[in-house]
Nanobody, 127 residues
């Protein structure tokens, strides 16, 4: 059974940091590109970041570039999202997802390309 379990969300003041983690099981983690998405109240699901499985190429939404860092630990079947200098507009449920694609390229932000999804973890940034 495929499982993606996200954790690490919480309440933080603007300017603070959080590190999200997503534990994966039930599939060959190394073969999958991984992504983080977020869904803010009243808004569409938005791609935040992605890291490929082949060469660890990384992709970021313009809104988080320079503040967030995505990483993966294939030995532990885990993915991470380090979020720094958080802003109130970063408030959302953050979801981890994986797709069977070594290098997603320009399609990394398309939710339909992802095969499995985690349940999400809530991040709230107060002003």
């Amino acid at each position: 059974e495929v499982q993606l379990q996200a954790s690490g969300g919480g309440l933080v003041q603007a300017g603070g940091s959080l590190r999200l983690s997503c534990a994966a099981s039930g599939f060959t983690f190394d073969d999958y590109a991984i992504g983080w998405f977020r869904r803010a109240p009243g808004k569409e699901r938005e791609g935040v970041s992605c890291i490929s499985s082949s060469d660890s190429s990384t992709y970021y939404a313009d809104s988080v570039k320079g503040r967030f860092i995505i990483s993966r630990d294939n030995a532990k079947n885990r993915m991470y999202l380090q979020m720094n200098n958080l802003k109130p507009e970063d408030t959302a449920v953050y979801l981890c997802a994986v797709q069977y694609n070594s290098r997603p390229g320009g399609e990394w932000e398309l939710p339909d390309k992802y095969d499995y999804w985690g349940q999400g973890t809530l991040v709230t940034v107060s002003s």
